[in-house]
């Protein structure tokens, strides 16, 4: 395919590697992205200057790669950020790689590699450290893990700018949300910087990153993960807090996905930076004469899950009726176009004229976490929640810990990819879903999942604190509030405030089927946390009374 840039562009897949082999030359993979303003600049700066065009089709075979399309190939080949530049053997293996690249760069990297080529060939490719053959290293989950991670949230925190890191400052939403219970202050004062800096005050949603260490140089970039998770962790700031300043954030969040990004039947990808600067930093009334950002309006089963998952959220703590409304829109729209209820089987996205691969971890872990928090609030999720998580474990489950996805295809698809965040994601999905549903098995698997990084703590840092949340819990116990009542009553409205993000609230537990010990006398609750069982409350005021008596 050949666009504006003049580069010819291969899809991603085995035909274009056969090509690299048969005319033993070097791949170049564009690692892009609808959202990603560098991509677009490369695109028309670099890849539009007719030399450099000429270079790459004479001497490479170029291969663009949408990264929220594909992303397993984005785990496998990303240098550190979008747009990524990297270069591969016909194999798929790595010679080099770099960032964004000027056409001076992209000249001198270009004769680098034709360089390597020319002297080593093939022997110059090497395989990623994450993909080797050795599995990680497994260990006992002890409070060690939880330990060094809150030690972590402490050592790496920018105390004059809130925020972790020293350079640029991501919001790290699932950090603060470890945070929130641990170190309150620290991810409080991140928010507030996040809120400050990073929020869209005129259409609401959050960009993405800032590119210095005080929040400024902000890439004005809107992808629905973050936008998701950031607004999942001001919800539970609020529950925490009471305070209006971390529930207006995510309301407003709120509307940003159900009205900018809705495509009437889910929420898509992205929106980009558009005239970048210039449009965030006009008012209102003048961002209606200038052109509207790109939008990518692709809806993605893991996006889609971990967006009906803070919307949950957000009507949980408030009554919120647009986020109850929607969340329920987004969950009917997967379970229509994305996920086969039967089988189990999630499908990435489907387009007009691709469909997405099947089987992906993180969109199967946040599908398991979306529908298993629905049967918390609605009553109704656990089926479709098992069903997913059954499969994944049957298919991703590999020697104790979750493998990305298949273990086939080109380039370098066919090496197993263990990701410690999936693999937290899923486990504390699983969690949950053992909390709902009251089958052990499922704690027993995120129990053998944890350990099978427990080895390597001391390497961790921030942006994985979610493995001491999984940690502690599997420690302690998680908090269920097992409520004999039906969705939507005082009582179970009441248990969804109890002001702990990680607890699991059982509607419905006063019906036959509820599985013991969650079975309760019909208008009670029971908080159960650990080996403890409080004595029954009939009152908003009594199951706050319970749970003060029984979480340590």
């Given at each position: 395919m050949t666009d504006e840039t003049h580069v010819e562009w291969r899809d991603w897949g085995a035909e274009a590697f056969a090509e690299a082999d048969e005319r033993d030359c070097p791949v170049l993979l564009s690692l892009s992205a609808t959202w990603c303003e560098g991509c677009h600049e490369m695109d028309a700066i670099t890849y539009a200057e007719p030399r450099i065009a000429a270079n790459v089709n004479e001497g490479f075979?170029?291969?663009?790669?949408?990264?929220?399309?594909?992303?397993?190939?984005?785990?496998?080949?990303?240098?550190?950020?979008?747009?990524?530049t990297a270069f591969l053997t016909p194999e798929g293996e790595l010679l080099t790689g770099a960032g964004y690249l000027d056409v001076d760069g992209m000249r001198q990297v270009l004769e680098s590699?034709?360089?390597?080529?020319?002297?080593?060939?093939?022997?110059?490719?090497?395989?990623?450290?994450?993909?080797?053959?050795?599995?990680?290293?497994?260990?006992?989950?002890?409070?060690?893990?939880?330990?060094?991670?809150?030690?972590?949230?402490?050592?790496?925190y920018d105390a004059e700018y809130a925020g972790w890191g020293s350079d640029a400052k991501f919001p790290l939403p699932r950090t603060v949300e470890f945070a929130l219970k641990r170190d309150r202050d620290r991810a409080l004062r991140t928010l507030d910087a996040v809120r400050d800096h990073l929020a869209d005050d005129v259409a609401g949603g959050f960009?993405?990153?800032?590119?210095?260490?005080?929040?400024?140089?902000?890439?004005y970039e809107k992808p629905i993960d973050t936008n998701a998770a950031v607004t999942r962790a001001f919800a539970n700031a609020y529950l925490y807090t009471g305070d209006e300043a971390y529930l207006t954030p995510a309301t407003d969040a709120v509307e940003f996905l159900t009205d900018d990004l809705w495509t009437g039947y889910g929420v898509g990808g992205s929106v980009g930076p558009g005239l970048g600067r210039a449009?965030?930093?006009?008012?209102?009334?003048?961002?209606?004469?200038?052109?509207?950002?790109?939008?990518?309006?692709?809806?993605?089963?893991?996006?889609?899950?971990?967006?009906?998952?803070a919307l949950l959220a957000v009507a949980a703590y408030t009554d919120d009726e647009r986020a109850r409304e929607y969340a329920e829109r987004i969950l009917d729209g997967l379970e229509r176009d994305l996920i086969d209820v039967e089988s189990g089987a999630v499908t990435h996205y489907r387009g007009s004229d691709e469909v997405g691969e099947t089987d992906l971890l993180a969109d199967a872990a946040r599908v398991v976490s979306a529908y298993t928090r629905a049967a918390g609030v609605f009553g109704e999720g656990a089926d479709v929640a098992r069903a997913v998580a059954d499969r994944a474990i049957d298919r991703l489950r590999v020697d104790g810990s979750f493998v990305d996805g298949a273990r086939s295809g080109a380039g370098l698809l066919d090496r197993p990819f263990r990701p410690l965040d999936g693999n937290v994601e899923m486990a504390t999905a699983l969690l949950d879903l053992a909390a709902v549903t009251g089958e052990e098995r499922y704690e027993t698997v995120a129990r053998?999942?944890?350990?099978s990084f427990a080895g390597a703590t001391e390497r961790l840092s921030v942006q994985v604190a979610g493995y001491g949340s999984l940690a502690g819990r599997l420690l302690r116990g998680t908090t269920v509030v097992a409520v004999g009542d039906e969705p939507g009553s005082d009582l179970h409205r009441a248990a969804w405030r109890v002001a702990d993000h990680e607890k699991v609230v059982v509607p419905n537990a006063h019906r036959e089927e509820a599985p013991a010990p969650r079975s309760v006398p019909a208008g009670s609750a029971v908080v159960l946390a650990g080996d403890s069982a409080s004595e029954p409350a009939e009152t908003p005021d009594e199951l706050m009374s319970r749970v003060a008596e029984t979480v340590e």
């Open positions: 075979v170029p291969i663009r790669v949408d990264v929220d399309r594909h992303p397993r190939v984005r785990e496998r080949y990303n240098m550190g950020g979008f747009p990524t590699v034709r360089q390597m080529w020319a002297d080593k060939g093939r022997a110059a490719g090497r395989v990623p450290r994450a993909l080797d053959a050795d599995l990680p290293p497994s260990g006992e989950v002890t409070d060690a893990i939880e330990s060094h991670l809150a030690g972590q949230i402490e050592a790496k960009f993405r990153f800032a590119g210095t260490p005080d929040w400024g140089d902000v890439a449009y965030y930093a006009a008012a209102a009334a003048d961002r209606e004469e200038l052109d509207s950002p790109r939008r990518d309006l692709t809806v993605f089963a893991g996006g889609n899950a971990l967006a009906a998952d053998e999942t944890a350990e």
